[in-house]
Each structure stands twice: as structure tokens, then as C-alpha cells.
């Protein structure tokens, strides 16, 4: 396949997001998958969902657009947020204001919000890039081709804490459905490591348990040749 192939898929792909977006007729709310928020709330203990409406919403407490998180006092609060899409920067810019603020974000890198917001801010301590596309939940009304498509733009999750960073941000790779991380890109201020294994051995692990190739932590064990005590530990993330 010819590399000009390649660039046709990728403009397609951005070109069904962009005709997703709100600015192009479609919504700006897609539910975050359950998975994920389950495991970082295990991870932050989140105190509020700071973008969500009545059919959405992943915590008992809540801010719609109605009554405006942006307008709200986030401090005291350990705040999760998928924003909408076309107010990432306005989002991302409260950020700070929370004791913590854990946000599902595009990976708009070129936006010169995200170097303002997200690479040049001190209180910015973890960015965590997804590995393949998160699969959010259409909103109402919003038809997909298939059911559960992955997004066809990069996300991350960006972590915000009240005090400054005293080192570089963190950077790590995890797998988009279960936020396992897989690469340590750069340990920023924290020290050890939060993987043991490689992350083709975890990718191995997430891919075999999903797609329902084995039935039994024994039958991993024999395929991964890892411990079963070690396949428990992961597997109850998934």
C-alpha cells in the first residue's frame, strides 16, 4: 500500500470527527466508557464529573451545562472531566483550580491551548497517551457505523494537581480501555516504576482476556508464562 494510502485514511478518519463535532452540526456529548472511569475514580477518588448531562453523568455529583462548571469553585475538589470537545482550552485552563482535575483530552498538540495548558503548565504532573482510540459512547441521536468504534482522533488523560510541579511532567503510554499502563516515556518526579513487564506482554494480556481467547487464569499462565498471582493483579483492572 502506497504511503499516499495512508494519508487518505488518516484525513478520513479526522474528517469523520470533525463532521462528529459540535461546530459541524453533531455533539459534543460522547459518554466516556465506564471501564475507564471506574478505573481512575479507583485511582483519584473523584468528588465531582465536572462536564456531564442528566443521561451521561458517571458520578452522583454532577455539572451540566446548565449550571456551568466553569462558573463553579473546583477548589476542594478531586474533579474528573471529559470536557466537550469544542471547549477543551476553556476546560483546560480551570485545570488548576481543583485540588486535583484528571481530564480525558484530544491530543491536540498543534492547538496552541495544549502547549499553553497542558505542556507549559506547572500544575500540570501526568499526561498518559492512549494506545489506539478510546471508545466513547455516542450521544442520543448520533448513529455509528459500527457499534463501539474506537475515535478516530489520539486522546490522552492529563493530570492536574493544586501545588506545582517540582520536575518534568510524567509521560507514560496506556492501553485506551483499560488506562493499564504499558511505556514509561518519561518518570518526570516520581520515582520506580509502574510497569514490570513490557508492554507487549501487557498488550498481550489485555488483547487475550477481551477478546475471550482464553477462559481461565491457568490457560494465561501457560500462553503469557507469568505467575498467576501477577495475571490476578492485572486482570482485576480489566
Known amino acids: 500500500m502506497s504511503p499516499h494510502c495512508f494519508t ?6 479526522w474528517m469523520r470527527y470533525a463532521q462528529n463535532g459540535k461546530k459541524h ?3 459534543d456529548e460522547w459518554r466516556t466508557p465506564r471501564r475507564v472511569y471506574e478505573n481512575l475514580h479507583r485511582e483519584f ?28 469553585c473546583w477548589e476542594g475538589h478531586t474533579v474528573f472531566c ?4 469544542s471547549m477543551c ?23 496552541t491551548y495544549f502547549l499553553d495548558h497542558v505542556f507549559a503548565n506547572p500544575h500540570c504532573h501526568e499526561i498518559r497517551w492512549c494506545h489506539r482510540g478510546m471508545r466513547f459512547i455516542p450521544a442520543s441521536g448520533v448513529t455509528q457505523t459500527r457499534q463501539f468504534n474506537r475515535a478516530p482522533l489520539p486522546v490522552c488523560v492529563v493530570v492536574y494537581r493544586k501545588e506545582s510541579r517540582t520536575g518534568e511532567v510524567r509521560q ?3 492501553c485506551a480501555d483499560t488506562l493499564l499502563p504499558l511505556h514509561v516515556i518519561n518518570a518526570g518526579s516520581r520515582r520506580g516504576r509502574p510497569t514490570v513487564y513490557d ?28 505467575p498467576r498471582s501477577t495475571l490476578h493483579r492485572i486482570i482485576r483492572r480489566l
Open 25 to 27: 452540526g453533531g455533539s
Open 172 to 174: 507514560t503510554s496506556i
Open 199 to 226: 508492554w507487549k506482554t501487557l498488550d498481550q494480556i489485555i488483547r487475550l482476556w477481551d477478546n475471550r481467547e482464553v477462559q481461565t487464569i491457568a490457560e494465561m499462565a501457560v500462553i503469557t508464562g507469568l
Open 45 to 72: 477518588t473523584f468528588t465531582v464529573d465536572a462536564a456531564a448531562s442528566e443521561e451521561n453523568a458517571l458520578h452522583s455529583t454532577y455539572w451540566t451545562a446548565e449550571t456551568d462548571a466553569l462558573s463553579q
Open 89 to 111: 482550552g476553556e476546560f483546560l485552563a480551570k485545570a488548576a483550580a481543583a485540588d486535583c482535575c484528571v481530564m480525558i483530552v484530544p491530543a491536540r498538540t498543534q492547538a
Open 82 to 85: 471529559n470536557p466537550p470537545y
Open 8 to 13: 487518505l485514511r488518516a484525513g478520513e478518519c
